[in-house]
């Protein structure tokens, strides 16, 4: 007599002939329906594997901290619209990072805590795991004082974006924040947190930082790992601190850097991090040279009153013994262009049917955030906001109509772009320019057109965008205000000299303002 085996529902099912003819015309192939029965039989034995894995262990990333899972706060604990969930989750007892409270891009998983990325496409979601800068963070025993608004799937580089509502400038509240790291930006301004870890794919730590006059750093690509973190392109995606002053952003990042054990593709085994408040002990910036790229005041949306306060906030850095000349790279102005080329088939192939881990390499993938983001796309697409509609729908047409040759070309060409700077890094030791060439602009108003939304939200990117592409490390420091709204300064150092770029941006910061 046969042995009982009870039903069990299978994770994967066989797909069933109709399913299967589909899938054969989806990419391309014509099959009789004798065929369609043959290659659905082959199917079979595979999928068994699939089911087999599924009985395995999950593995994910630790959760080290116990932790309540806080709340979202109310409008009037909340006036800025920069809190998207508040927590209390406190680390060591002792470590570089003691009585500091640090708030997290809500791209960022904290275990047990509420992540949606800014889009209702992903509210519900509570990830299981702790990001590792979160738990280096904890480690360094500092308190992770909530998770921060961002704009919807990151896609926008102002503040109006976001599923729960703009966020307002710390400044002007009818003005931009700037995106999509709003929040963290504006509740390091406004002193509710001490430092915060915010996301950079094409200027989003540097471009809020600049609009509410506080220190943003992206630092080289691969320095800080992205593990745990929504991804949307693994070749320039970037975490990184943003804090007040140049040497609470210098703490935070030498508690968050190091190389991560093979858990995130984007960095090179050889990555670690260092003490960088060391360089912050001087008195003098006597052997440092500072270029002025000729290019990054020559955008053509640059404003000729940002342009002068940026280039007088620089020539004070003379005080200190520095040396200011003039420098060109031509092929700055076409950086935007690769990361359009690039980014768009990103965030179609990576960002969204990647479930934000995509594929092809030996990181971490966490599965649940894989699910949570496949499920929402397939069930609320339309929920999606003009940025994302546009780029996806781009994306997907530039990868099946032109096979995907212009993300490849655009790949190539940024090691071209990065050896131009490289050759310039010879010369000088940090190169400047505005970090948003022109003023901030007002929040967008009810009623805006698709166009107005899609193209006010990426025309501040001209400057950041290149240097995602080249993963030079790059730093904003305010340079001052103009009509009470804060302009930042953007410097640019060697890979991996974050300790240069920070002195320089202290020497600046000591002098004032």
């Known amino acids: 007599m046969a042995s009982y085996v009870p039903y069990s529902s299978p994770p994967v099912r066989l797909p069933s002939l109709n399913k299967t003819k589909e899938l054969a015309q989806r990419i391309g192939i014509d099959l009789s329906q004798d065929e369609v029965a043959e290659y659905r039989d082959l199917m079979k034995d595979i999928i068994g594997c699939y ?8 593995i994910t990333l630790p959760v080290k901290y116990p932790r309540l899972p806080g709340y979202r706060p109310t409008a009037e604990e909340n006036p800025l619209n920069a809190w998207y969930w508040k927590t209390d989750i406190k680390g060591a007892s002792e470590g570089l990072l003691q009585g500091k409270r640090i708030a997290m891009k809500d791209t960022i998983a904290v275990s047990g805590v509420p992540m949606m ?38 896609l926008s580089g102002v503040s109006y974006m976001a599923a729960k509502g703009p966020t ?18 504006v509740l390091v301004a406004k002193g509710e947190v001490d430092m915060a870890i915010g996301g950079d794919q094409g200027g989003s730590i540097r471009l809020p930082a600049s609009c509410c006059g506080i220190v943003g750093l992206k630092p080289t690509h691969g320095l800080v790992p992205y593990t745990g973190a929504q991804a949307m392109e693994p070749t320039t995606d970037h975490l990184g601190p943003m804090a007040k002053n140049v040497k609470d952003c210098a703490l935070l990042l030498e508690a ?58 620089l020539q004070k850095i003379t005080k200190m013994k520095a040396t200011v000349t003039d420098v060109s790279v031509p092929l700055h102005k076409q950086g935007p262009n690769m990361w359009l080329c690039m980014g768009h088939q990103a965030i179609a192939d990576t960002m969204l049917r990647g479930g934000c881990f995509g594929s092809g390499h030996k990181g971490f993938y966490s599965i649940s955030m894989m699910d949570a983001v496949g499920r929402g796309i397939q069930s609320q697409a339309d929920d999606l906001p003009p940025p994302v509609k546009s780029a996806w729908m781009l994306g997907e047409y530039m990868k099946h109509e032109y096979r995907g040759r212009f993300y490849g070309k655009a790949q190539n060409l940024r090691r071209l772009l990065r050896a131009e700077f490289d050759k310039v890094f010879q010369e000088v030791d940090v190169i400047a320019m505005p970090t948003i060439p022109f003023r901030t602009p007002e929040l967008q108003r009810k009623g805006a057109s698709i166009s107005e939304l899609v193209n006010n939200g990426g025309n501040n990117l001209t400057n950041t965008f290149t240097f995602n592409l080249t993963g030079h490390p790059a730093l904003t420091i305010n340079a001052g205000f103009i009509d009470g709204l804060p302009v930042g ?21 000591q002098l004032g303002q």
């Open 256 to 313: 968050i850097a190091g190389y991560d054990d093979g858990l995130d593709q984007r960095q090179n085994p050889t990555i670690v991090g260092e003490k960088y408040t060391d360089a912050l002990k001087f008195k003098t910036l006597d052997n440092i040279t500072i270029g002025l790229l000729k290019e990054g005041f020559e955008q053509d949306n640059s404003e000729q009153v940002v342009n002068e306060l940026v280039r007088t906030a």
């Open 117 to 154: 990325g800014g889009s209702w496409v992903m509210e519900g979601y509570v990830p299981e795991f702790d990001a590792t800068v979160v738990t280096r963070v904890l480690d360094a025993g500092g308190t992770i004082a909530g998770k921060a608004v961002c704009e919807d799937w990151c």
């Open 51 to 58: 089911n087999e894995i599924e009985k395995l262990p999950e």
């Open 168 to 185: 307002l400038n710390p400044c002007v509240n009818t003005h931009s924040a700037g995106g999509s790291s709003s929040g963290c930006a």
């Open 489 to 509: 300064m953007m410097l640019v150092g060697r890979m991996f000299d974050e300790k240069t770029l920070l002195k320089v941006a202290h020497g600046y910061e």
